[in-house]
């Protein structure tokens, strides 16, 4: 069963970073396309990040200039550098990854940013 943990969410003052990581196991497979989407309150899910299997990476409007995503194609793993955080970045964060039998997402973390 392919299982995806993500973690390093917190609490952080607007202007500060936080880094997250999403570790995968269960599966021999390489993931092909990563992603880390984040859902605040009352919202719908919202696509952060992309980090393609040829290397590509793709952001969200609300993101571009302040976010970066990296993955570790050996570990299987996504991360997310997050700069310049705003009170909007408040969310629950989860990394989404795309396997020869499936979508898999994990449990989420929190990041909340106090103005």
């Known amino acids: 069963q392919v299982q995806l943990v993500e973690s390093g969410g917190g609490l952080v003052q607007a202007g500060g970073s936080l880094r997250l ?3 995968t196991s269960g599966t021999i497979f390489r993931a092909r396309d990563m992603r880390w989407y984040r859902q605040a309150p009352g919202e719908q899910r919202e696509l952060v990040a992309v980090a393609t299997s040829d290397g590509t990476a793709n952001y969200g409007d609300s993101v571009k200039g302040r976010f970066t ?3 570790d194609n050996a570990k299987n793993a996504v ?3 997050m700069n ?3 009170p909007e ?3 629950v ?3 989404n990854a795309d396997f020869p ?3 898999y ?3 989420g973390t929190q990041v909340t940013v106090s103005s």
């Open 79 to 81: 991360y997310l550098q």
């Open 93 to 95: 964060y989860y990394c």
């Open 89 to 91: 970045d408040t969310a």
């Open 21 to 23: 990581s999403c570790r």
């Open 101 to 103: 039998r499936g979508t």
């Open 105 to 107: 997402w994990g449990q």
């Open 69 to 71: 995503i990296s993955r």
């Open 84 to 86: 310049s955080l705003k």
